[in-house]
């Protein structure tokens, strides 16, 4: 994975590092920025409140995603407390049997974010997560 510290073109966004849960920068794009809060109040909201709580306090961290092809990439998993919705971004309670997922970059980069359906067996954890996921970092 890349070397921490700030990069050009990119802001921070402080997480839980996989490997030992000390604290960590992640990073988004300045531009995936601009195109969020240019979808909504309700995605601009997510990034802004749900994110960061799901990269400080996640249920788990997976390592390899088999969605994406992706070996090295994590996805954080939470269970925010309020979902974002409508053109103000009302907060709402989250959304029944669903978990939200963060994804990010063997680069520390934060490549897309979004809530899906939880596993019967767990509903911390996404569905399919034992097939999505190479292994389970915490």
């Known amino acids: ?20 849960g000390s604290p960590w920068d992640l ?4 531009e ?25 306090a996640p ?3 997976f390592v390899g995603v088999r969605d994406e092809l992706e070996d090295n990439w994590l996805c ?4 925010p407390a309020h979902s974002y919705r409508g053109r103000k971004g009302d907060p709402c309670p989250p959304w029944p049997g669903e978990v939200y997922l963060v994804f990010v970059t063997s680069d520390h ?6 809530w ?3 596993a019967e067996d767990n509903p911390d954890l996404p569905e399919n997560y034992s097939m999505r996921f190479r ?3 915490l």
């Open 116 to 118: 899906e359906k939880a």
């Open 135 to 137: 292994e389970r970092a």
């Open 32 to 56: 995936k920025l601009q195109y969020i809060t240019k979808r909504g109040m309700a995605h601009a909201k997510e990034l802004a409140f749900v994110v960061p709580k799901v990269l400080l």
């Open 27 to 30: 990073y988004i794009s300045l």
């Open 59 to 61: 249920k788990a961290i």
């Open 1 to 20: 994975m890349a070397e921490q510290g700030t990069r050009k073109g990119y802001a921070n966004v402080p997480a839980v590092n996989p490997k030992d």
């Open 76 to 79: 954080y998993v939470g269970r």
């Open 109 to 114: 980069v934060i490549y897309t974010f979004r």
